[in-house]
């Protein structure tokens, strides 16, 4: 896809397995960059100044009557609001139904304890800013690939993300962001292999 022009304010290189948090203003876009492919990224953002205001994957599908997203669509808050809008997009494949992967799934489905998570991640990146973690986090899971069969069943399947590939968003309110490289290489939700992700601020 061609991406328009952009200035790089901010830049993040996020190791695999790693979180990273910063803030944007109104108007400013993010770029997040798989940067191996096949890397998925939970996303999640508050607005600055209320922090019982969030992006809502569930109230986001409300609105839009769909659970994919293109270029040009908003993302909501638990509000109502539009809190960011796809600008650019070279995948196309995104989860709005999956929770952040937290130490009691990797228990439940891989029998491993103390496994490194999304919600651990996405804790410790945004604690500084007065975030204390919550029960659970309902991020917006960048390039993860869950495909919803006729029959209800739903299958994490590897993402279609290829090296290099991004999705744009632009922040429709000041925010808080927290991003993490999930860190699950027991499946295909990340190829089998964690990698890390590249953040672009305007």
Not at 81 to 106: K, L, Q, S, W
Not at 133 to 153: A, H, K, L, R, S
Request: hydrophobic residues 30%; negative net charge; proline residues 6%.
């Amino acid at each position: 896809m061609k991406r328009g022009k952009f200035h790089v304010k901010q830049e993040y290189f996020i190791e695999a397995e790693g979180g990273q948090a910063f803030k944007m203003k109104k108007g400013q876009t993010v770029r997040v960059i798989d940067v191996e492919g096949e890397q998925v990224v939970d996303f999640v953002v508050y607005k600055d100044g209320d922090l019982s205001e969030r992006i809502d994957p569930g109230v986001t599908m409300d609105a839009l009557h769909s659970y994919k997203v293109t270029p040009g669509d908003i993302l909501y808050s638990n509000k109502y609001h539009p809190i960011m809008t796809v600008v650019e997009d070279d995948v196309g494949v995104h989860d709005f139904f999956n929770p952040a992967c937290r130490p009691e799934m990797y228990e439940l489905l891989y029998n491993k304890k103390d496994h490194r998570s999304c919600y651990e991640n996405l804790g410790q990146a945004l604690e500084p800013y007065g975030l204390s973690q919550p029960d659970q986090y309902y991020p917006f899971n960048i390039f993860m690939n869950t495909v919803v069969e006729d029959n209800g069943g739903m299958k994490v399947k590897r993402p279609l993300s290829k090296p290099g590939d991004s999705i744009l968003l632009r922040a429709e309110m000041d925010l808080i962001v927290g991003v993490s490289a999930c860190p699950c290489s027991e499946s295909e939700c990340n190829g089998y292999k964690c990698t890390p992700i590249k953040v672009e601020v305007e």
